[in-house]
């Protein structure tokens, strides 16, 4: 069974489209997250999400407003998309909130915006 | 600001040598660092290092963290070409439970 899944695997859209990206983990974790990775392959957190509260928002436009279901589901909705946006997004989770242990990632979603 | 970096950002090695990784740091409230290795996917988990001095092996794999100079390194041994990858670095820092990542080392491995 695959611990985290993400989908789609591959998004192509127009610029000012309005997409989502959604990820599910199986693994029973807290705390769930989006990253963005750019096309120099470095990673950078988006939001981190622990039993449905936002506790991490880093400094992305608002046009990205992530949405948490459940305690296993956080989606990615992207407003207005920009050619900027166009990278690989990976949803990642890890266990217990409060605690600094590895994360397990999920395949990507790789975002094209044209 | 909160830093990892690591060293070099890319290498190239023939099958049996021995590569040694480097990944420094500088955040608030250090928590432990994590190695991670990403092929054409998704990172995957390699190790966790939380205190100095201490190995941890796995294999080929080993790694080990110098919590006062602020530095750790990753070394393969016997690579071989199923080694090529970008290895990862990052840092939890525990202000607000950010992990952060270095850029990477891309490693190729010849036969």
């Known amino acids: 069974d695959t611990a985290v899944s993400q989908t789609p695997k591959y998004l192509v859209t127009q610029m000012g489209n309005d997409k989502s990206i959604k990820c599910e983990q199986n693994?029973?974790?807290?705390?769930m997250y989006w990253y963005k990775q750019d096309s120099k392959k470095f990673l950078k957190i988006m939001f981190s999400?622990?039993?449905?509260?936002?506790?991490i928002n880093e400094t992305v436009p608002n046009r990205f407003s992530p949405k948490s279901p459940d305690k296993a589901h956080l989606n990615l909705h992207i407003n207005s998309l920009e050619l900027g946006d166009s990278a690989v997004y990976f949803c990642a989770s890890s266990g217990l909130a409060g605690t600094y242990n590895e994360q397990f990632f999920g395949p990507g979603t790789r975002l094209t915006v044209l | 600001e909160d830093k990892v970096v690591q060293s070099p950002l890319s290498l190239v090695v023939h099958e049996g040598d021995t590569v040694t990784l480097n990944c420094s740091y500088e955040?608030?409230?250090?928590?432990?660092l994590l190695w991670y290795k990403q092929e054409k996917k998704a990172p995957t988990f390699l190790f966790m290092l939380t205190s100095s001095g201490i190995e941890k092996k796995s294999g080929r794999l080993s790694s080990i963290l110098d919590k006062k100079e602020l530095f750790s390194i990753l070394n393969i041994t016997a690579t071989q070409t199923g080694d090529s990858a970008v290895y990862l670095c990052?840092?939890?820092?525990?202000?607000?439970?950010?992990?952060?990542f270095g850029k990477g080392t891309k490693l190729s491995v010849k036969p």
């Open positions: 693994l029973g974790h807290d705390t």
């Open positions: 955040v608030t409230n250090f928590r432990s």
């Open positions: 999400y622990n039993n449905k509260e936002l506790i």
């Open positions: 990052a840092v939890y820092e525990g202000s607000q439970g950010n992990l952060i």
